[in-house]
């Protein structure tokens, strides 16, 4: 196999129970830093940007193969550009954070494989909820 440097020495891009992920090579503690995200600065989310703050995000070839958690082990650090451990990872463990806490509006959106729950976004989440209150149900257009 030949090494892939846009991936950091750490950590391995591949199959997984969620389809291809990031996984680590070695163990990391709580509060380290993962990796720092090199790449284009763009205005609006993608389907693999990673957010950074206002019309801020960023197209990292390793971030966009994050998958998404409700129960993450790594979040964005945005003024580091970075991703840090919020739990002690074990190696061969797959990195995941939650896209609902640091996205505002998924480029998109998607039904959750642990919860079952809509990934849209944190913004537009509770713009969802609100909305719910009236319509009780989600439909196509609840989303837009
Ligand atoms: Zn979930």
């Given amino acids: 196999m030949t090494k892939d440097t846009r991936v950091p020495p750490d950590l391995v891009i591949k199959e997984g129970i969620h389809g291809e992920g990031v996984f680590t090579k070695v163990a990391f503690k709580r509060g380290d ?4 995200m090199k790449g284009k600065i763009i205005q609006h989310p993608t389907r693999t ?6 019309d801020k ?9 994050i998958n998404h958690s409700c ?15 919020i739990v002690d990872i074990d190696a061969n463990e797959e990195i ?26 944190k913004k537009r989440q509770e713009a ?15 989303l837009k």
Avoid: W
């Avoid at 969802?128 to 609840?142: A, D, G, S, V, W």
């Fill in 33 to 36: 830093t993962l990796f720092q």
């Fill in 49 to 54: 940007s990673v957010q950074l703050g206002k």
């Fill in 57 to 65: 995000h960023i197209e990292d070839y390793t971030a966009g193969h």
């Fill in 71 to 85: 129960t993450p082990n790594i979040k964005v650090n945005r003024a580091k550009h970075s991703f840090e451990c």
């Fill in 96 to 121: 995941m954070f939650d896209y609902n806490e640091n996205e505002e509006s998924l480029a998109n959106p998607f039904y959750c494989e642990c919860c079952g729950r809509i990934i849209v976004g």
């Fill in 128 to 142: 969802l909820k609100k909305k719910r209150n009236k319509t009780f149900h989600l439909n196509e257009n609840t």
